[in-house]
T-cell receptor, first 113, second 113 residues
Framework: DQQVKQNSPSLSVQEGRISILNCDYTNSMFDYFLWYKKYPAEGPTFLISISSIKDKNEDGRFTVFLNKSAKHLSLHIVPSQPGDSAVYFCAARPTGTASKLTFGTGTRLQVTL | ETGVTQTPRHLVMGMTNKKSLKCEQHLGHNAMYWYKQSAKKPLELMFVYNFKEQTENNSVPSRFSPECPNSSHLFLHLHTLQPEDSALYLC????????????FGAGSRLTVL
């Protein structure tokens, strides 16, 4: 049973527009959430995170929103750039288990010119 | 070198072969991880080592045998694998507690014939 779900395998957005990537989770014990970005032939790289005590965290063009009641988080990229084209993974960690990250299946973002 | 380095990047082996994957990190981290990424599946945690001690074995078959001689090096010994073990094997490192941001290597692409 997948505890972290990214239901959109792919997303195409025009350069300059907003990209919104979604992630749902089922485990109420998750208290820390992360987004990773992966380019082909490279490992995933950390992008942004959010603690369950917050509902928003912003870093430049990237903002993560957390809706605990809906068990939903989203990553907003504004404005989208061609270099943002990559696979984005959502990950979550349960309370008290710093080592156990559970990942989603990823969403492939294509930013077109 | 900096970051997390994995070798080999690509490996093809028969079901009766014995091979090893190697991971090295130069980040001063004390936790190291093996993840498996199969097509269209989430990254699956396999093993976790904290300060050279194995702290997590996620029900991994014994044909995968990890070894962590020190905090900077991690191996995955492979023996009598099955074709369904073909996947991308990712090594990661982090500090063992706190925000637990993993730094990943580029992965070793394994094909079992």
């Amino acid at each position: 049973d997948q505890q972290v779900k990214q239901n959109s395998p792919s997303l195409s957005v025009q350069e300059g527009r907003i990209s919104i990537l979604n992630c749902d989770y089922t485990n109420s014990m998750f208290d820390y959430f992360l987004w990773y970005k992966k380019y082909p032939a490279e490992g995933p790289t950390f992008l942004i995170s959010i603690s369950s005590i917050k509902d928003k965290n912003e870093d430049g063009r990237f903002t993560v929103f957390l809706n605990k009641s809906a068990k939903h988080l989203s990553l907003h990229i504004v404005p989208s750039q061609p270099g943002d084209s990559a696979v984005y993974f959502c990950a979550a960690r349960p309370t008290g288990t710093a080592s156990k990250l559970t990942f989603g299946t990823g969403t492939r973002l294509q930013v077109t010119l | 070198e900096t970051g997390v380095t994995q070798t080999p990047r690509h490996l093809v082996m028969g079901m009766t072969n014995k091979k090893s994957l190697k991971c090295e990190q130069h980040l001063g981290h004390n936790a190291m991880y093996w993840y498996k990424q199969s097509a269209k599946k989430p990254l699956e945690l396999m093993f976790v080592y904290n300060f050279k001690e194995q702290t997590e074995n996620n029900s991994v078959p014994s044909r995968f045998s990890p070894e962590c001689p020190n905090s900077s090096h991690l191996f995955l010994h492979l023996h009598t694998l099955q074709p369904e073990d073909s996947a991308l094997y990712l090594c990661a490192s982090s500090q063992p507690s706190g925000a637990n941001v993993l730094t990943f290597g580029a992965g070793s692409r394994l094909t079992v014939l």
